[in-house]
């Protein structure tokens, strides 16, 4: 018989904060917990559809209950129950502070600096976090056009941290960006016309020290240096550090390499999949639980 979520939430303390075992999670899982590690509690994350939605509503549960979320469409601090099909699913707007529009979430709350973590997705991104969702090739005559930046340059640009969840190839890791939409820690200096560092370029700006603070792939999580360079961090389970070299279209920082990203904990895997993306949205499957963790469940 199917458990009511009070039911459910009730046993979220009960579930083990215990590491899975391999085969007990799939890929997305662990990528969607690796983002939800990144926001702190007293955190005003500004979200976009997909993994970065499922991460911060677990984040909200687990790590950071007291972040306050934004979707783009306007809807401010909801407590939604299952993550929203997009930024303008209603349910979102769940218990939330206010219902606005556009102009309130870029307007007020970005704009004017109150946005701590963004969290967002892209096409490619270059080895100082610069990203691009625009086009490939000649931008008046693109090999490919991408849906373009949506909120996704003023979100990267005017978060204070931003954190990024990308698909790993080498085409999508590059040196720089044939487009960049969205500018990381060296940006183009239109008085000296070159690449510098965005700290010279906009020095004595609330931009300065704004930018990419993560990045987490399907083959592991990466940081960045002080001069604005990115470098991996953890390596996913069974992924080498030479897979990922080679999937990578620089030569990648991997002298920092703490080791193994940690798996998920059955409590993360228990609230991820029983109330964040229960329904499988942006999910491809639900694994099954081992014997221990489901003879909880079952009660």
């Given amino acids: 018989m199917a458990k009511t979520s009070e039911e459910l939430m009730a046993l979220i303390d009960k579930i083990p904060d215990e590491p899975a075992k391999s085969g007990e999670f799939i890929l997305p899982e662990l990528m969607a ?5 990144q926001v702190r509690n007293d955190d005003i994350v500004f979200a976009g559809t997909g993994l970065p939605m499922v991460g911060i509503m677990t984040a ?5 209950p007291n972040a ?40 007020f709350f970005l704009q004017q600096g109150f946005v701590s973590l963004g969290f967002l997705g892209g096409a490619a991104i270059d080895k100082y976090g610069g990203v691009n969702v625009t086009s490939i090739g000649d931008y008046w005559s693109p090999a490919h056009r991408f849906t373009g930046s949506g909120g996704n340059s003023d979100i990267g640009t005017l978060s204070k941290r931003v954190a990024y969840i ?18 990381g820690w060296w940006c183009w200096d239109f008085k000296k016309n070159e690449w510098r560092p965005k700290k ?35 390596f996913h389970p069974g992924v ?8 990578c279209g620089f030569d990648l920082n991997v002298k920092n390499v703490k080791g193994e990203t940690k798996p998920p904990t059955y409590r993360e895997l228990f609230v991820l999949r029983e ?21 909880i469940i079952n009660g």
């Fill in 33 to 37: 917990i690796q983002i939800a590690h």
């Fill in 60 to 64: 909200n549960m687990l790590n950071a």
């Fill in 68 to 107: 306050l979320l934004i979707y783009e469409a306007g809807i401010c601090d909801g407590k939604t129950m299952h993550v929203p099909m997009s930024v303008c699913d209603q349910r979102a707007a769940n218990m939330s502070s206010s219902l606005g529009g556009l102009v309130d979430t870029f307007g």
């Fill in 166 to 183: 990308i698909l790993q190839e080498k085409r999508r890791f590059l040196e720089r960006n044939e487009y960049t939409t969205t500018p």
């Fill in 200 to 234: 010279e370029v906009w020095k004595g700006t609330p931009y300065a020290d704004s930018g990419p603070v993560a990045v987490v792939t399907n083959m592991g999580v990466y940081k960045f240096d002080d001069k604005g360079e990115i470098f991996l961090e953890t």
């Fill in 240 to 247: 080498t550090v030479e897979q990922i070299k080679e999937n």
């Fill in 275 to 295: 109330f964040v993306d229960a329904e499988l949205i942006f999910l491809p499957q639900k694994v099954e639980y081992p014997a221990s963790i489901q003879k």
